[in-house]
C-alpha cells in the first residue's frame, strides 16, 4: 500500500479540559471522507500533538482508526523528544491500528545528516509500520535536503516523506531522484505549490486547509492526474482563498471559529494558544466564510 492523495492533517476536537472531543474528531473524519480525500493525518502540526498528553495524543489514533474503518488508510504521527520515546509511541500506534507512522527528527535539539539517518534507521527498524519522515523547517531546528532524503528513501521499511519546505526547488530534486518508486511517497506540504506539484508528480499533498473543504483539494487533484491543467488552475485559485483563514496571530482559533460555525466541533485551542476573540477578527472570518459558501454542515 502506497500512501497518495489528498491526505488532509487533522485538527484535533478538544473539550474544556483539553481531553479529546470524540464526537467532534468522529465528526471530522466523517465530513473528511465525504469530501473524498484518500488517507487521513492524526496528530500532525495541524493536530498541535506538541500540546497534548501522550494519552490524548494514542486516543486520537484510537478514534480516528476506528471511525475511518478501513475506508481509507491512517497515517500517526508519533514524533517525540527521543529515539526510545518515538519507538514506543509507534509500537502503540501501531497496535491501535494506524497503517503509517509520521516521524519529526527529535525535537529541541539541531542534528547532523548522519544522526538523522540513524534515528530513522532506529525507528523504521523497531516496528511492523511503514514510516515516513515529515520535514518541517519552520517548527524544527533539524532540516532535511535532498541528499538525506536520498538516504533514508534506501532504510528498510522507510515508505516515504511528507515534506513542508515549500521549496519547489528541493521537490523537484526529490521527485527527479525518488519519484515514481512503487513503495516510497513524496507527499508535499503545500497549497500554493500543488499545481506544480501535480505536474511534477508529486503522490499526494497534506496540509491542514483540507480540514476545511476537502472536496475543493480533490477535485483539483482529479484535475491534475487527469492533466486537465486548466482545471486544475482553476481550483488552485480556490483553494488558495482558504490561505486566508491561517493568517491570524491566533490562527488555531480561527480555525476553532470555523469549526464551531461548520458545526464540526466546540474548541481546539490548547494551552498555551489562545482562541480568536477580536471582534473585527472574527467578523472578517464569518464574512470570509459567507463569501467562499462555507457554512453549516448538513449531516443528513
Known amino acids: 500500500m502506497k500512501l497518495h492523495g489528498i491526505v488532509p492533517a487533522l485538527v484535533t476536537p478538544l473539550t474544556e479540559d483539553e481531553r479529546i472531543d470524540e464526537a467532534g474528531l468522529r465528526r471530522l473524519v466523517d465530513f473528511l471522507l465525504r469530501g473524498g480525500v484518500h488517507g487521513l493525518f492524526v496528530n500532525g502540526s495541524m493536530g498541535v500533538f506538541n500540546l497534548l498528553k501522550d494519552e490524548e495524543q494514542l486516543r486520537a489514533i484510537e478514534i480516528v482508526v476506528d471511525q475511518a474503518a478501513g475506508r481509507v488508510p491512517v497515517m500517526a504521527g508519533v514524533s517525540d523528544t527521543c529515539t526510545s520515546r518515538v519507538i514506543?509511541?509507534?509500537?502503540?500506534?501501531?497496535?491501535?491500528?494506524?497503517?503509517?507512522?509520521?516521524?519529526?527528527?527529535?525535537?529541541?535539539?539541531?542534528?547532523?545528516?548522519?544522526?538523522?539517518?540513524?534515528?530513522?534507521?532506529?525507528?523504521?527498524?523497531?516496528?511492523?509500520?511503514?514510516?515516513?519522515?515529515?520535514?518541517?523547517?519552520?517548527?524544527?531546528?533539524?532540516?532535511?535536503?535532498?541528499?538525506?532524503?536520498?538516504?533514508?528513501?534506501?532504510?528498510?521499511?522507510?515508505?516515504?516523506?511528507?515534506?513542508?519546505?515549500?521549496?519547489?526547488?528541493?521537490?523537484?530534486?526529490?521527485?527527479?531522484?525518488?519519484?515514481?518508486?512503487?513503495?516510497?511517497?513524496?507527499?508535499?506540504?503545500?497549497?500554493?505549490?500543488?499545481?506544480?506539484?501535480?505536474?511534477?508528480?508529486?503522490?499526494?499533498?497534506?496540509?491542514?486547509?483540507?480540514n476545511i473543504q476537502p472536496e475543493w483539494y480533490v477535485k483539483l487533484w482529479d484535475a491534475g492526474q487527469a492533466g486537465d491543467w486548466a482545471a486544475a488552475r482553476e481550483w488552485q485559485l480556490k483553494v488558495e482563498a482558504l490561505i486566508a483563514f491561517a493568517s491570524y496571530e491566533e490562527w488555531l482559533g480561527a480555525f476553532e471559529l470555523l469549526m464551531r460555525e461548520m458545526g464540526i466541533c466546540e474548541r481546539l485551542v490548547a494551552q498555551p494558544l489562545v482562541p480568536l476573540t477580536d471582534a473585527k477578527s472574527v467578523d472578517a472570518v464569518r464574512a470570509l466564510m459567507r463569501e467562499l459558501g462555507l457554512g453549516r454542515i448538513s449531516w443528513r
Open 88 to 210: 514506543d509511541k509507534a509500537r502503540q500506534a501501531a497496535r491501535l491500528g494506524a497503517d503509517f507512522l509520521s516521524v519529526l527528527p527529535p525535537f529541541y535539539d539541531t542534528y547532523t545528516p548522519k544522526q538523522v539517518v540513524r534515528f530513522y534507521k532506529s525507528v523504521a527498524g523497531a516496528v511492523d509500520r511503514p514510516v515516513l519522515a515529515y520535514n518541517n523547517p519552520f517548527t524544527m531546528l533539524t532540516s532535511m535536503n535532498v541528499a538525506i532524503i536520498a538516504e533514508l528513501a534506501e532504510i528498510p521499511n522507510f515508505a516515504g516523506i511528507k515534506d513542508s519546505c515549500n521549496n519547489a526547488v528541493q521537490y523537484q530534486e526529490e521527485l527527479r531522484l525518488l519519484g515514481g518508486r512503487p513503495n516510497f511517497s513524496i507527499l508535499l506540504g503545500t497549497t500554493k505549490l500543488m499545481t506544480l506539484g501535480l505536474f511534477m508528480g508529486a503522490d499526494g499533498f497534506i496540509d491542514g486547509l483540507h
